[in-house]
């Protein structure tokens, strides 16, 4: 039936006139979702944009309908679904037996993912890598805009090992986004109450456009997360560069250019930025990762800014960095204002690491469990008893079959997201959204208290880009017991640290093989917004759409989002990948 329908708005759609058999034929769909056609319905009258976007819908219905997963069961009673048949073969072949991989198996599995290209950047014009693989149709918000902190995360764990001359130019182009707001950035400083309790727009941009890099007027311009992974990435580019004289990013001869100059600008601005506005205080507001309603006491927010201040007080003041290039550096980054006084520089450290202490373990002020505490983590920044608790209330909040939560309610991405004007929540078709609103993701006040009405209880979007970042987390957590037990001489000790290690190794296994599961099929498939998916790669998020089963019936089912590729999504895989390798060499025999 849906099929017959789409030909028939197809044929509709170039000009030939439906049969009064194709229009009941067209009818009768509207009536199997659900929609009161009444006495006198013609679809043909819909108009041309409503009927493309139905057409669309219906596409997505018929080929999510056929969209197969492999559910397998792991030793332990465990079960993963994945949607990449050849992934699924691996993981019976090379770890369901007792859910760990050898290094052999684990090898060809990055064998495969090397042969699809899946960590292949797609890079622009001006160095940065894209968002994500959407077209500008689909949704020009993503196609269009680059995100401050999506670079520096794809730039810092992806790019700069395929390609440094790109992640150069993408240090060049943040930095030439942030002094290009020099005269926002100086108001605050002069004026921090303007972060406090100005407009939506008054403070930095952290999105701009990747082909003009003309900065976004939309999204509200409190996250701070951002802009302290942007700080902490000049920094840390700067020090690995010159301290050692390396030159892993820049070469010597670079720290005359006037793009370099724009580096140390922003450094000195940003820095100024953060202590001007005391962003350790519980009062601070930020709207964190997910950029919706602005809240304060961020865990991550925190994390991230005073992570950035401590890699500034390595550039400043640390000796051993203390060669030509770095003096040149440490005067230049004076001269254009930065924080000189080290006892303050050390003063925000302590004051960002009580906060944390202090906010722990709730990730903010909207919500306790929020997955962006698993950064936290990641960066080793809680001690192991409080990295190991965290991550179990993370989990038991919010990890789901195909990814994870954001966070419990969240309606971003909720069930139909990209067919508001044609399909509700429960599957029934419509004609226009119930509000004339289509929300997005920056949706805040009212705007997100109508949001939330699209959501169907307990299918929200589960996302993938966090699921990886728990390979990292337990990573970190793991290799500080082994120091821990390597340097211990107490036989008791001893044993209790390896069993814990043991036990934590089998959880940074599950999450390789679950990040793994969430590989896309190498097939032909159709992202939730009906476009034709791209094979072997990581999306953004699995979502809910309506399809219907063999016997008939209406249902939601999980498929890759619209947002398929996410650099940031494939960025954490290869960190990762990486990470796990790794460690295979050190806890094979656990």
């Known amino acids: 039936m849906i099929n017959d329908c789409v030909k028939i708005i197809e044929s509709f759609l170039r000009g030939k006139a439906p049969s009064l058999k194709a229009k009941n034929r067209v009818e009768g769909l509207f009536r199997f979702f659900g929609f009161d056609t009444g006495n006198s319905f013609d679809f043909t009258s819909l108009g041309e944009k409503y009927l493309k976007k139905l057409r669309r819908t219906l596409i997505t219905i018929q080929k999510a309908s056929g969209y197969n997963k492999i559910k397998i069961t792991l030793s332990d009673g465990k079960k993963l679904t994945v949607n990449?048949?050849?992934?699924?073969?691996?993981?019976?072949?090379?770890?369901?037996?007792?859910?760990?991989?050898?290094?052999?198996?684990?090898?060809?599995?990055?064998?495969?993912?090397?042969?699809?290209?899946?960590?292949?950047?797609?890079?622009?014009?001006?160095?940065?890598?894209?968002?994500?693989?959407?077209?500008?149709?689909?949704?020009?918000?993503?196609?269009?805009?680059?995100?401050?902190?999506?670079?520096?995360?794809?730039?810092?764990?992806?790019?700069?090992?395929?390609?440094?001359?790109?992640?150069?130019?993408?240090?060049?182009?943040?930095?030439?986004?942030?002094?290009?707001?020099?005269?926002?950035?100086?108001?605050?400083?002069?004026?921090?109450?303007?972060?406090?309790?100005?407009?939506?727009?008054?403070?930095?941009?952290?999105?701009?456009?990747?082909?003009?890099?003309?900065?976004?007027?939309?999204?509200?311009?409190?996250?701070?997360?951002?802009?302290?992974?942007?700080?902490?990435?000049?920094?840390?580019?700067?020090?690995?560069?010159?301290?050692?004289?390396?030159?892993?990013?820049?070469?010597?001869?670079?720290?005359?250019?006037?793009?370099?100059?724009?580096?140390?600008?922003?450094?000195?601005?940003?820095?100024?930025?953060?202590?001007?506005?005391?962003?350790?205080?519980?009062?601070?507001?930020?709207?964190?990762?997910?950029?919706?309603?602005?809240?304060?006491?961020?865990?991550?927010?925190?994390?991230?800014?005073?992570?950035?201040?401590?890699?500034?007080?390595?550039?400043?003041?640390?000796?051993?960095?203390?060669?030509?290039?770095?003096?040149?550096?440490?005067?230049?980054?004076?001269?254009?204002?930065?924080?000189?006084?080290?006892?303050?520089?050390?003063?925000?450290?302590?004051?960002?690491?009580?906060?944390?202490?202090?906010?722990?373990?709730?990730?903010?002020?909207?919500?306790?469990?929020?997955?962006?505490?698993?950064?936290?983590?990641?960066?080793?920044?809680?001690?192991?008893?409080?990295?190991?608790?965290?991550?179990?209330?993370?989990?038991?909040?919010?990890?789901?079959?195909?990814g994870i939560k954001r966070y419990k309610n969240d309606s971003y991405l909720a069930p139909n997201f990209w067919h508001q004007e044609t399909m509700d929540k429960d599957g029934v078709l419509r004609i226009g959204s119930d509000t004339g609103k289509i929300f997005v993701s920056n949706d805040t006040g009212e705007m997100l208290e109508e949001r939330q009405k699209l959501l169907k209880e307990n299918f929200e979007a589960q996302w993938v880009l966090p699921i990886p970042v728990f390979v990292k987390a337990y990573s970190v957590i793991i290799n500080k017991l082994h120091k821990q037990h390597s340097q211990t001489s107490d036989d008791g000790e001893k044993t209790r640290l390896k069993k814990l290690i043991s036990e934590l190794w089998l959880k940074e296994n599950y999450f390789m093989a679950f990040t793994l599961s969430c590989l896309t099929p190498a097939g032909k498939y159709v992202t939730a917004n009906g476009s034709p998916g791209q094979t072997c790669t990581f999306p953004e998020a699995y979502e809910a759409v309506t399809i219907i089963t063999e016997d008939g019936r209406k249902k939601l089912r999980y498929i890759p989002g619209a947002h398929t590729s996410l650099a940031w999504s494939v960025a954490n895989v290869f960190e990762a990948v990486k990470c796990f390798k790794k460690d295979l060499e050190t806890f094979s025999d656990y």
């Open 84 to 402: 990449n048949r050849a992934i699924a073969g691996f993981l019976k072949k090379y770890f369901i037996a007792d859910n760990k991989f050898s290094a052999g198996g684990f090898a060809k599995i990055c064998g495969y993912l090397e042969k699809y290209k899946t960590f292949a950047p797609v890079i622009d014009k001006n160095g940065v890598v894209v968002t994500a693989g959407c077209s500008e149709e689909d949704n020009p918000q993503m196609a269009t805009m680059q995100w401050h902190s999506d670079s520096v995360w794809v730039a810092d764990l992806w790019l700069r090992h395929f390609d440094k001359t790109a992640c150069v130019r993408t240090i060049y182009t943040l930095a030439g986004i942030y002094t290009k707001q020099e005269e926002t950035l100086e108001s605050i400083i002069s004026t921090p109450e303007r972060h406090h309790r100005g407009k939506k727009l008054d403070g930095p941009a952290h999105i701009f456009n990747k082909d003009t890099l003309e900065l976004d007027t939309s999204f509200n311009r409190r996250r701070l997360e951002a802009h302290g992974l942007a700080f902490g990435f000049f920094n840390k580019s700067i020090v690995s560069s010159f301290s050692t004289g390396k030159y892993t990013d820049f070469s010597a001869t670079e720290i005359y250019n006037k793009k370099f100059a724009d580096i140390l600008k922003s450094i000195s601005l940003l820095c100024r930025y953060f202590n001007a506005i005391e962003f350790y205080k519980d009062t601070t507001v930020t709207t964190g990762n997910w950029e919706e309603q602005p809240f304060c006491r961020s865990m991550w927010d925190t994390v991230s800014v005073t992570r950035a201040y401590e890699s500034y007080y390595e550039l400043m003041f640390n000796s051993y960095c203390n060669n030509s290039e770095i003096r040149i550096i440490r005067e230049k980054i004076t001269e254009y204002g930065g924080i000189t006084d080290k006892k303050r520089i050390k003063d925000l450290i302590d004051k960002g690491r009580d906060a944390v202490s202090n906010y722990y373990p709730d990730e903010n002020s909207a919500r306790a469990r929020d997955v962006s505490s698993v950064f936290t983590v990641a960066y080793g920044w809680l001690d192991t008893d409080q990295s190991i608790e965290l991550l179990k209330l993370t989990e038991d909040a919010l990890l789901s079959e195909h």
